[in-house]
Structure formats: C-alpha cells, structure tokens
C-alpha cells in the first residue's frame, strides 16, 4: 500500500514562511501528477501546486509567485516551499498522487497543520 508522509507545518506569523515535505513510499517518478492540496475549516479542498509528467507546473492563482513546489525523484519527495503566508491560508496541507489516466487512482496524505496567525 502506496504511503505519503507530511512534515513541515507548524504556527508561523503572517508574512513568515514554511517548507512542506512530503515523503512516498514509492518510485514518484512515472506518476501522471504529484503535489499538494490544502482544506480550510468549512471549506472545499483545493489545490494549491501540482507536478504534471514532472515538468508541468500549476500553481493556484492565490499563491502563484509566493510557492514553490519541487519534486526529487531520488528521495521520492514532493516538497512545497510557502513564503509570505497570510492568515486565511492556515488549513491542513494534504500531498497527493494521482496516477491519471486510465485509473485516475489517487493517494492522499494523513494531512499537516498550517497555521499562519500572530
């Protein structure tokens, strides 16, 4: 069973910065997409940054220019650089795999806490 494990959340001030990890228990390097998704309390998940076919790259547009997510498929780590946080951004950071087509099967993390508040 395909395992990922986040680290990296904690408290940060507004305008602080944090680094998520996330670590696979698998090879990530033929994975259709690999990244990241956050879900605020009484909110939608949403996606934050996605690695498509490990060169294409979304961000969502409130965190284009501040984010950064990278990959390394020797560690099999999908790491989520976050700058300049704002307050309505504290959710729980979840990474995911999605091996699209034809399964379109995805796996999901446990989830790590960002809290951005002074």
């Known amino acids: 069973q395909v395992q990922l494990v986040e680290s990296g959340g904690g408290l940060v001030q507004p305008g602080g910065s944090l680094r998520l990890s996330c670590a696979a228990s698998i090879d990530i390097a033929g994975i259709y997409s690999v990244g990241w998704y956050r879900q605020a309390p009484g909110k939608w998940r949403e996606i934050v940054a996605t690695?498509?076919?490990?060169?294409?790259?979304h961000y969502a547009d409130s965190v284009n220019g501040r984010f950064t997510v990278s990959r390394d498929t020797a560690k099999n780590t999908i790491d989520l650089q976050m700058n300049n946080l704002k307050p309505e951004e504290t959710a729980v950071y979840y990474c995911?795999?999605?091996?699209?087509?034809?399964?379109?099967?995805?796996?999901w993390g446990q989830g790590t806490q960002v809290t951005v508040s002074s």
């Open positions: 995911n795999l999605d091996y699209g087509y034809p399964t379109d099967h995805q796996v």
């Open positions: 690695i498509i076919n490990g060169h294409l790259i």
